[in-house]
Nanobody, 124 residues
Framework: QVQLVESGGGLVQAGGSLRLSCATSGRTLSSNVVGWFRQPPGKEREFVAA????????YYSDSVKGRFTISRDNAKNTVYLQMNSLKPEDTAVYFC?????????????????WGQGTQVTVSS
C-alpha cells in the first residue's frame, strides 16, 4: 500500500506562486511514478505533470509547461509542484497520485494510489 498526503494549496492572486507538496509513504517500488492531476469545478480530472522518482524524468501538460515545475526529494519521500505565473483557469483541486507506469504517465488509470486533494484558488 502507498499513502499520499498533499499540502500547500490556498488562495493566491493571478500571477502569484504556490508550491504543493506530496508526501508519500509505504511501498516505494509501487510508487516510482508520481503524477499531479487537477479537477476544476464541474470538469473532469486532468493530467498536470509527472516525475519518475528513480531517474528524474519529467513530463508536463501543454497548459502548464513553462510555468509549473515538478521535482522530488527522495530522502524525504516527497514530490513537489512549484506553480508560477498562476492564472484563474488554474483554479482546481489538485491531487497527487502514485504508480509504476511511466509510459502512460498522463493517464489516470496508471495510478492506483491517490491523495485526498488540496484546493488551489487563483483570483483575478
Amino acid at each position: 500500500q502507498v499513502q499520499l498526503v498533499e499540502s500547500g494549496g490556498g488562495l493566491v492572486q493571478a500571477g502569484g506562486s504556490l508550491r504543493l507538496s506530496c508526501a508519500t509513504s509505504g511501498r516505494t517500488l509501487s510508487s516510482n511514478v508520481v503524477g499531479w492531476f487537477r479537477q476544476p469545478p464541474g470538469k473532469e480530472r486532468e493530467f498536470v505533470a509527472a516525475i519518475s522518482r528513480s531517474i528524474g524524468s519529467t513530463y508536463y501538460s501543454d497548459s502548464v509547461k513553462g510555468r509549473f515545475t515538478i521535482s522530488r526529494d527522495n530522502a524525504k519521500n516527497t514530490v513537489y509542484l512549484q506553480m508560477n505565473s498562476l492564472k484563474p483557469e488554474d483554479t482546481a483541486v489538485y491531487f497527487c497520485a502514485a504508480g509504476t507506469g511511466w509510459g502512460s504517465a498522463t493517464s489516470k488509470s496508471t495510478y492506483p494510489y491517490w491523495g485526498q486533494g488540496t484546493q488551489v484558488t487563483v483570483s483575478s
